[in-house]
């Protein structure tokens, strides 16, 4: 039997408004922010005027806490598409317990609008390390609430937290309580989670950087990447920089999968860089392209299309990237 969502516990469900036709798109949406409703996911949430920043904070129990300027809800605009700002700001919120500043339209501070799609099955494998996490102890029921967690396995609303939750009960992983309320992780369940956890990307402090290794950018890598980095948290891994035995496209893979941010710098055109890329948005992971001023034009036509961090020194890229690091997948 699926799992039933419904119930007092699905009462987010009944705040969702549906998803937009085209959930990659990009372009501002209009909407309103009513008190005590999320602009974002719509639920109930707190809602508090800060008068002398001339900012509301919104408080919600799906997609965390966040800030967003007067003038942004006279205006009515609220960036797409929702459900990935919402993955965004929850899983950020859960990993600093920080509110989210969204700056005026115009301002020097970026929206995310470069967020990515996870694929289905990374998705079911969020929802499933969601529930072993608010599993208190082998055979003990998790906590989970879909109603609120949904944005935590990338998922557009609670009725499809629901329906990643019943795959897990059918495929095993997952058992109902037989005594109460609830579910909870079996053996077989706990082995996969094991397994899952040290390629969770939302627990690693790994940046994958892909670039050219050419000896021209050693000291870009060093000055920018990993100066641009310090201080956030984050800790760089580039293929030539470790020794290994393995195959090499065998360990990259490995390492993108552990890492919980990809930095990709364009500069040189490296065909390994575009296939690093595509490896890191399939699992959805947060990607910063960069790309010299001059390269812009010889950037992939795929690619170009994503916001770039453009730089005409080193210094600007250090500290461009590091700015970008920090107002959006802060690790401190
Ligand atoms: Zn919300």
Redesign the pocket.
Known sequence: MPYDPGGSAGRGSMLMTPPTPDGRETALRQMTLPQSV?A??R?N?TVVDIPERIMKLCK?P??GHYEVSDQDVKLGWIPEPRHLL?AFLRERFERTKLPYTFADRGASKRFPTDLLEAAVSEKLNRALLRVADLSPAFGSPSTVDHATDWPLAQARNPAEFGRMIGHWLEAGALQRNSSGPGFMVTGPGWKLVEELRPMSASRSSQAFVAMSFATEFDSLYEASIRGGLAGTGWSPWRADREQYAEKICDRIVLEIRRSGLMIVECTGHRTNVYFEAGLGMGLGMPIIWCAREDAMPGVAFDVRQYPHIVWKEPDELKSKLHHRVQALYPRT
């Open positions: 999320c974002l996911c639920t949430a919600c799906c997609c919402s």
